[in-house]
């Protein structure tokens, strides 16, 4: 755990000493070069210390957690990566000082400029000091604490056996235990006896705790006896593969007794030829037990042998790349039990002497109460259960342990089961995983992450490492993605075209991260249960909830890096000039939500600050003083009250991320239903731009517009038909271009954008098309490179059947067509639109009749008509698409109802609300 902070304190540290900083640095401390240079060298040894200290940790396993001398040592190293991480910030800000600012700013401000190199020999001084200090840490641990042992208890063999426990527990569960994997066990044993010849891999999928073990066990006890010969092995991450070879062979042989003991001094080439060798001649059952890598499983499935007698090889992973490289097409991806299932299991835990497990009247509720707390996850139900079997059935006694259930799994050594299989999960993450699971953590049980917001905080926080010519932003997606491949997080929702878009972290996996955050001072989440302030350790805060009585916890917010607000309910927040003024290194600032009118103009005293957010707050301007926020990379004032942009805001070079824009009509049905703002003369400086929402285009902007060649998200308003030329030439230097809106200024204004985007994903024109522009330009075209998933058109004013022309488009998952069409009829023929999920029909005053024919939009999930007034009939061949998931009929007549009444194909399955008079 304690790896994280230094890994951060290094990165910071690499920031510091690069070529840029160092010049910046020469020019700044010129009378002080002999001492820069000491400095330098300074961060640099002491960086070189904490990288090795890294090393060695991440090659560390949880046997020291309750290790008091280890444990007293690491807390040591963690203040002291604490403090050169603030010393690192100081000499950033005292380097980048007139370089960013300038000395206008000291004159104005009445500051001397000899003042701030004051504050050189003083962090100099420090610097050499946490050198010192780090240097007798060594010296203690050398004395005083032994971090990797010799022998039986080496970290390799310590995790091994611990898994193989692990394992052997599940391994020995009744049939009673496992509840809800009927369906599971079917299909596994289906499997199992199948036709197929050839050797089968089954992959049993799933987080820690799941179960998978115990199915595989269960039907492997049942099923074995049909094969010739069959094995069970568990591998874990640290597997030996001589180790594995050796189990594999002793029960595969364990009839022949004269063939297990020559292999006693066989090689690992021996041994892997005769395992081949005998395992071509029969059918064979053989589990693979807790796969962790593609790898681990290429070592072993290459000596089993293909040889067409229906083998079989199951394995279980926790893994999502393993299961897709090892098996084909037969992947079961175990599930959290349903509520129903798991009370089952809990009451023949918890109930175990009571007849028929039935669960006393009065615990009913707190029995329900606990089990949700578990959400499903079978390790922690019978954990729990068997827990309580224990305890008095009693009201008082039960209301105990649900209060305090998230103690009882970090500390009650009965459930150490349920953390010992998490636990494993986490050690074996990468250190910048960690970091990143880690602060999801921070958020609240069942919070939904939004991909796109969860990628910019964490590139703020500094966690997303470069990697080759991907943005930050493609390896930060990278991070997520591997975390939900690895059952760290679980994946909710996808976006129309497959990109994941939300997910959550297990409730009881949070809990252990949760511990882990507080014990290392990652951060605090504040959920507004606890009195007194916030603890003065971390670095990071989360409020989920205020007091009403403590609103505002401020102790120890000097040293904060992040702060971040989830309650937007609170009436007033003060708190904002504090923060300005005392967290001097504050990184990421999210304040979105709450009734902020004003921003201090000390807030451009944050010269550390990443990420700012005040999304829907009431904020009207900004302060001239956020030109010297020259490391801010988000700016999030979206639904904020925020029409101009201060001038120095074109200064911000790394800005990556600027939202201005303001819904005005909630349903976007109004013509004009955004506002943006118009960026100050300079818009060409903010080159690393890629999103840009929303620009009010000017004849300033739409010269400038081109240069600003990072950008993937653009929307633009108040465009005029003569910008247009303009604005394609520079869209066409938009290479990443994947989402465009265009917002004309008018309704009679057209918009012409003849331009090709091969990397267009998402379009949205708002405004009236020329005649023929479908046919006519390349953004409607299915040429090749261009993958277009959503259209809307609104206010398109087409007098042609738009969707001859669109119907090449076969990429599209999602089509609005909102006042987009003057036309009596649609039709959709067969075979168009095979990927459209979702189709939005709305506010078309001459549509009187809508035909789909069998086969069209195979794949549609949604349908909404909305204010069709012309339409008396119920669109023919509706009943092409059932069944439906979401079928819709908005503001219709009374008549119109009586029609829907009458369809047969569609009774009782779709909603609809009235037209009002």
Not at 28 to 53: C, D, N
Not at 71 to 91: F, I, N, P, S, T
Not at 593 to 621: C, Q, T, W
């Amino acid at each position: 755990m304690a790896e994280i902070v230094l890994f951060l304190a290094i990165k910071k540290i690499g920031i510091a000493l690069a070529k840029g900083v160092a010049d910046q640095a020469s020019v700044q401390f010129l009378k002080y070069g002999t001492q820069l240079l000491e400095l330098q060298s300074t961060m640099g040894r002491v960086a070189s210390e904490l990288r090795v200290i890294h090393d060695v940790l991440c090659q560390m396993d949880t046997r020291n957690r309750n290790n008091q001398v280890y444990e007293g040592w690491l807390e040591e190293v963690q203040k002291v990566a604490h403090v050169m991480e603030d010393m690192v910030d100081e000499y950033l800000y005292l380097a980048g000082q007139e370089h960013d600012i300038g000395c206008c700013f000291f004159l104005k401000k009445g500051v001397k400029k000899p003042r701030s190199l004051l504050s050189f020999n003083r962090l100099a001084f420090k610097v050499k000091e946490t050198e010192k200090h780090l240097t007798h840490l060594s010296e203690i641990k050398n004395r005083w604490v032994t971090l990797i042992n010799n022998g039986d208890t080496n970290s390799s063999n310590y995790i091994v056996k611990r898994s193989q426990d692990l394992a052997n527990i599940s391994r020995s569960l009744d049939e009673e235990d496992l509840v809800g994997v009927d369906e599971n066990r079917e299909k596994l044993e289906h499997w199992l006896a199948g036709d197929d010849l050839g050797c089968s891999v089954i992959a049993l999928l799933g987080m820690g705790g799941l179960g998978k073990t115990a199915l595989a066990a269960n039907v492997y006890k049942k099923e074995r006896e049909k094969f010739q010969c069959h094995a069970w092995v568990s591998i874990s991450q640290t597997y030996s593969r001589e180790h594995v070879l050796r189990i594999i062979i002793k029960e595969v042989f364990k009839d022949n007794a004269s063939v297990l003991s020559s292999t006693l001094a066989m090689d690992i080439v021996c041994l892997e030829e005769t395992l081949t060798k005998f395992l071509g001649q029969r059918k064979y059952l053989i589990i693979l037990d807790d796969i962790w890598t593609p790898e681990a499983f290429d070592d072993f499935s290459r000596m089993l042998t293909h040889n067409d007698k229906g083998s079989r090889l199951i394995i279980t992973t926790r893994e999502g790349d393993v299961a897709a490289h090892a098996s084909r097409g037969h992947t079961i991806t175990m599930e959290a039990l349903p509520d129903d299932k798991a009370l089952d299991l809990f009451c023949k835990k918890a109930f175990l002497r009571e007849k028929n497990h039935e669960c006393h009247e009065e615990l009913k509720p707190l029995s329900k109460e606990i089990v949700s707390k578990c959400k499903g996850l079978p390790l922690a139900v019978v954990s729990v259960g068997s827990l309580l079997c224990v305890r008095e059935k009693t009201v008082e006694e039960w209301r105990r342990v649900n209060n305090q259930l998230s103690w009882e799994i970090n500390n009650n050594s009965r459930l150490d089961h349920i953390r010992n299989v998490l636990h494993l999960s986490f050690i074996y993450l990468p250190t910048h995983l960690k970091s990143c699971f880690l602060y999801c953590s921070l958020f609240p049980e069942d919070y939904l992450f939004t991909r796109k917001k969860l990628v910019r905080l964490l590139i703020a926080e500094g966690f997303v490492k470069e990697r080759s010519r991907n943005t930050l932003e493609e390896v930060a997606e990278g991070y997520l993605k591997e975390l939900i491949d690895r059952n760290m997080l679980q994946l909710v929702e996808r976006n129309s075209f497959g990109r994941m878009k939300k997910f959550k972290m297990h409730d009881i996996l949070r809990e252990l991260a949760v511990e882990l955050c507080q014990k290392n001072c990652f951060g605090v989440a504040y959920d507004g249960e606890r009195e007194g302030s916030l603890e003065k350790d971390g670095r990071r805060i989360v409020l989920h909830k205020l007091m009403k009585d403590n609103p505002e916890p401020v102790y120890g917010i000097h040293q904060l890096r992040t702060f971040i607000t989830l309650d937007n309910s609170m009436p007033s927040f003060t708190l904002l000039p504090l923060l300005c003024e005392e967290s001097r290194y504050l990184t990421v600032l999210e304040l979105s939500g709450l009734p902020i009118e004003k921003v201090p103009d000390a807030i451009g005293d944050l010269f550390n600050l990443r990420y700012l957010g005040l999304r829907h707050s009431k904020v009207k301007m900004l302060p001239q003083s956020v030109e010297k926020l020259s490391n801010l990379l988000t700016l999030e004032l979206h639904g904020s009250d925020v029409r101009d942009l201060p001038s120095g805001i074109v200064k911000l070079k790394k800005l990556r991320h600027l939202f201005v824009d303001k819904i005005i009509a909630p349903d976007c049905r109004e013509f004009q239903s955004w506002s943006g703002v118009c960026v100050p003369k300079g818009l060409e400086n903010l080159k690393n731009l890629q999103t840009l929402q929303a620009l009010e285009i000017q004849d300033e902007s739409a010269r400038h517009l081109g240069e600003l060649r990072q950008l993937r998200s653009l929307r633009l308003l108040n465009v005029k038909g003569n910008y247009c030329r303009r604005i394609g030439e520079s869209l066409i230097e938009m290479r990443y271009l994947s989402n465009l809106d265009v917002n004309a200024s008018d309704e009679n204004e057209v918009l012409s954008l003849n331009v090709h985007l091969p990397s267009l994903q998402r379009l949205c024109l708002r405004g009236r098309l020329a005649e023929g522009a479908l046919d006519e330009s390349p953004l409607f075209q299915a040429v090749e490179g261009q993958n277009l998933y959503v259209l809307f058109l609104y206010w398109s004013q087409l007098r042609e059947d738009p969707l001859l022309s669109l119907s090449r488009l076969s990429n599209l998952r999602c089509l609005d067509f909102i006042r987009a069409y003057n036309g009596e009829q649609l039709t959709f023929l067969t075979g168009w639109f095979p990927k459209l999920k979702v189709l939005h029909l709305g506010d078309l005053p001459n549509l009187n009749r809508l035909d789909i024919q069998q086969g069209a939009m195979a794949s549609l999930e949604e349908l909404i008509l909305l204010n069709l007034r012309s339409m008396m009939e119920v669109p023919s061949g509706i009943e092409f698409l059932m069944p439906l998931q979401r079928l819709a009929f908005r503001e219709i007549t009374s008549d119109f109802i009586t029609s829907l009444h009458q369809c047969s194909a569609i009774r009782g399955k779709f909603w609809y609300s009235l037209r009002q008079r």
